[in-house]
């Protein structure tokens, strides 16, 4: 049951894309929308959507994977809410490569912002670990590194066969990067809780926030050796901001054994892909677990880090609360940081007070109860 709010007059409508895309992905987006329209209206604005079949019903269907206007077309939006990509029928690679990382290039959102958060009521797999030690935000660089496709094949196919596949990063891609991560740390340190990952002697001394770099400076001594050249001029820059360097395999081990020492890591595009499902696994896993493609000065697109999910597709049990999460971020992205924080707060009493379980089937309610649930608590 939703309960019936006077709606506030609409100032402003923003125009989002929706690719609902594979699986379960049209499901969550589906609860995802039905928050945002919600959030919407007791806020004072309006959203409007249009529908792209991006995915790999399309591509079976058609034999393209995105259209040639495609990205020209979503230019034209406000943002992006995407549900999930992949299907298994179609080859591994395809539709990733030419659909979700395509947009992310093509679109130059070069921030991948993953938040790893734990809710409370949430069942976390770190012993000893609750809500109040791991809340910290991934900075995954989102346009560079092995992700830059350079590479190829020489001898394909022979005993002598070779293959190479190169990292690339530009010193303009890693500065954006990094100064966008220094300013994350100053934003949130605004809001409630503004002394994560300090020491008492931190706080005495200004320190306000910290940032983490995470590399293999050990081993990638040209790829890391610029990003850490790059990290320490910038951090000048930001004197009320602690610095920390930890290597990736280092900062797994943080990630499980001290959650609560950091506050926000920026790292490169794989080992940011890599240690974001970590991330995830640690805040109760796929089904909470939300992110954003984010340029800054264009269009961002939003989605839930979980796959597609296909032996739920239809079924109606998959949590969208991922999805519902990456909704918030979308507002937060395009200013409307009270209806993101609304939202937030109805999903943090959802988690707390009446789901089973953030698993496929075990949460107590359907995909489409849980998105009602969240509708129903929002201030
Ligand atoms: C992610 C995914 C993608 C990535 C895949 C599907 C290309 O794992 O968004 O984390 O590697 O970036
Ligand atoms: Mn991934």
Redesign the pocket.
């Known amino acids: 049951m939703v309960a019936k709010v006077k709606k506030a007059k609409v100032r402003k409508t923003y125009k989002l894309a929706v690719i609902g895309g594979d699986g379960t992905g049209p499901e969550v987006v589906a609860e995802g929308l039905k928050v945002l329209q919600a959030a919407a209206s007791r806020y004072g604005f309006g959203i409007a959507t249009q529908d792209f079949d991006f995915g790999g019903e399309r591509y079976l269907r058609t034999g393209e994977v995105l259209p040639e206007t495609a990205v020209a077309d979503l230019k034209q939006f406000d943002a992006i809410y995407l549900g999930a ?2 299907h298994p029928d179609v080859k591994p690679g395809i539709l ?1 490569k030419g659909i ?2 395509r947009l992310r290039f093509d679109l130059d959102q070069y921030i991948n912002l993953r938040p790893v958060k734990l809710l409370p009521g949430v069942e976390c797999p770190l012993v000893g670990k609750g809500p109040e030690h791991i809340d910290y935000v991934v900075v995954r660089e989102n346009t560079g590194d092995l992700y830059s496709g350079a590479g190829g094949f020489s001898m394909k196919g022979t005993p002598q066969e070779v293959a190479v596949q190169t990292a690339v990063y530009s010193r303009f891609q890693v500065e954006r990067c990094l100064r966008y991560a220094f300013e994350l740390v100053r934003r949130r340190h605004s809001a409630a809780a503004p002394w994560r990952g300090l020491t008492e002697a931190d706080r005495k001394a200004g320190l306000i926030g910290k940032l983490t770099l995470c590399g293999k400076t050990n081993v990638l001594t040209y790829i890391y050796n610029l990003w850490e050249r790059a990290y320490y001029e910038v951090a000048a820059e930001y004197p009320d901001i602690k610095t920390d360097y930890c290597h990736v395999d280092a900062t797994c081990m943080w990630m499980v054994k001290n959650p609560e020492w950091f506050d926000v890591i920026v790292t490169g595009n794989l080992f940011g ?1 890599i240690i ?1 499902d970590l991330g995830a696994i640690t805040q109760g896993g796929m089904g909470i677990a939300a992110g954003g493609n984010i340029n800054p000065a264009g269009v961002s697109m939003f989605e839930p ?1 979980g796959g597609s999910a296909p032996k739920y597709t239809g079924l109606g049990v998959i949590n969208p609360l991922a999805a519902i999460c990456s909704g918030a971020m979308l507002l937060d992205e395009l200013g409307e940081t009270a209806a993101a924080q609304a939202i937030e707060k109805a999903v943090t009493f959802v988690t707390a007070k009446k789901l089973k379980s953030l698993a496929a089937g075990r949460m107590g309610y359907s995909t489409s109860q849980v998105g009602d649930l969240v509708v129903d608590n929002l201030a």
Do not use: A, F, N, Y
């Open positions: 990509i992949g990733e979700l990382l892909d974001t880090i």
